[in-house]
């Protein structure tokens, strides 16, 4: 059998330890490796991308973020074409099953694929966004969090010291994950998330109540694509209406760099030697995501992971309210 692994989308730390454990796993069971470069612009195009993987292609990367394979943002797979295209690649390169380590993006071009394709699909999800349907983590997600953190902790000193109102913007695309997790992480006053409507007026009565009960220092960490606005939009409303003067820091994609945490490197190692099991163990008749659910490697079918989309729990956007009282 030979596997076909790739990475695409918005890259996120811990890729390269899956991309690692896939290669390392499928040699270790005879099965040849193809790495597909940038993602499904590799196979997409006019002539594959493709290059063979052996152990050494693999060797000393665990502890680095990015992705050896490259990653890309790919619009012919809007196209029946370039699937079309995609398909015929694959077969070119000889591959029967093909792993990708990818957000919600990745997952909806590989269900797109399957018209075209009668191969294997497996999607390990990795994503900074926590937005994937079948599994509970995704890989990335642990070391952008602690990435976030870092500022807020960062942001919190100086904000302390002037008494100053904080907007902290977090990616997340359309999931409040990032945002929740790195808010409640981090002891912030407020977080908006795209999850549940912002009403700005409120956030502003509740901000100056704040600081006449003697809080000087608020921190507000703002998911990106909220419907209130951005970051900087929000706060332009604040001072505005409301007289606040508040500082704005975008996070942006130092969220997306740097080394992934010993839980990413872990999960993604996990996922890695996992979805080369499955890939045998079904004979490459596979279209599923691999993730965990309360730390059980499990499979979902691709479709139903598909369905269930992104997921954040509700209720712990309300634990930041809480706790700020
Ligand atoms: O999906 C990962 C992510 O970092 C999102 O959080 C963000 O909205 C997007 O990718 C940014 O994409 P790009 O790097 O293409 O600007």
């Known amino acids: 059998m030979r596997l076909g692994v790739m990475t695409s989308g918005g890259d996120s730390p811990g890729m390269n330890a899956a991309i690692r454990a896939v290669v390392r796993t499928a040699i270790h069971q005879d099965m040849g490796v193809v790495g597909i470069m940038r993602g499904f612009l590799g196979i997409a195009c006019d002539a594959p991308d493709v290059k063979d993987l052996d152990t050494d292609s693999v060797s000393n990367i665990l502890q680095r973020g990015g992705t050896i394979l490259k990653s890309g943002r790919c619009p012919e797979m809007l196209?029946?074409?370039?699937?079309e295209r995609a398909a015929a690649h694959l077969r070119e390169a000889g591959v029967d099953v093909l792993l990708a380590i990818g957000g919600n993006g990745t997952m909806q071009g590989l269900q797109a694929l399957l018209n075209h394709w009668n191969g294997g699909l497996i999607l390990l999800p990795g994503t900074i966004d926590n937005d994937c349907g079948g599994?509970?983590?995704?890989?990335?997600?642990?070391?952008?969090?602690n990435t976030a953190l870092d500022s807020i902790d960062r942001i919190r000193d100086t904000a302390e010291a002037f008494d100053r109102v904080f907007l902290v913007e977090v990616?997340?695309?359309?999931?409040?994950?990032?945002?929740?997790?790195?808010?409640?992480?981090?002891?912030?006053?407020?977080v908006i998330i795209p999850e549940t409507p912002t009403d700005l007026?409120?956030?502003?009565?509740?901000?100056?109540?704040g600081q006449k009960l003697g809080r000087g220092t608020s921190i507000v960490v703002v998911s990106e694509h909220d419907d209130a606005g951005n970051a900087p939009e929000i706060a332009g409303w604040l001072g505005?209406?409301?007289?606040?003067d508040t500082r704005v820091c975008v996070l942006g994609h130092t969220q997306r760099g740097g080394r992934p945490t010993a839980?990413?490197?872990?999960?993604?190692?996990?996922?890695?030697v996992y979805a080369v099991r499955l890939a045998q163990e079904?004979?490459?008749?596979?279209?599923?995501?691999v993730g965990v659910r309360s730390d059980k490697v499990v499979t979902t079918p691709l479709a139903e992971a598909v369905k269930e989309g992104g997921h954040?729990?509700?209720?712990?956007?309300?634990?930041?309210?809480?706790?700020?009282?």
Do not use: K, W
């Open 171 to 190: 990616m997340g695309r359309h999931c409040g994950a990032l945002a929740v997790g790195a808010a409640i992480a981090g002891g912030a006053e407020e």
């Open 79 to 83: 196209t029946e074409e370039g699937r």
């Open 135 to 145: 599994t509970d983590y995704t890989i990335g997600y642990d070391t952008a969090l």
């Open 282 to 289: 079904t004979q490459g008749r596979v279209a599923a995501v």
């Open 312 to 325: 954040l729990d509700p209720g712990l956007a309300d634990l930041v309210a809480e706790l700020s009282r």
């Open 263 to 272: 839980d990413d490197r872990i999960l993604a190692s996990r996922l890695g």
């Open 240 to 244: 505005e209406n409301y007289s606040i």
């Open 201 to 209: 007026e409120a956030l502003a009565r509740r901000l100056i109540e």
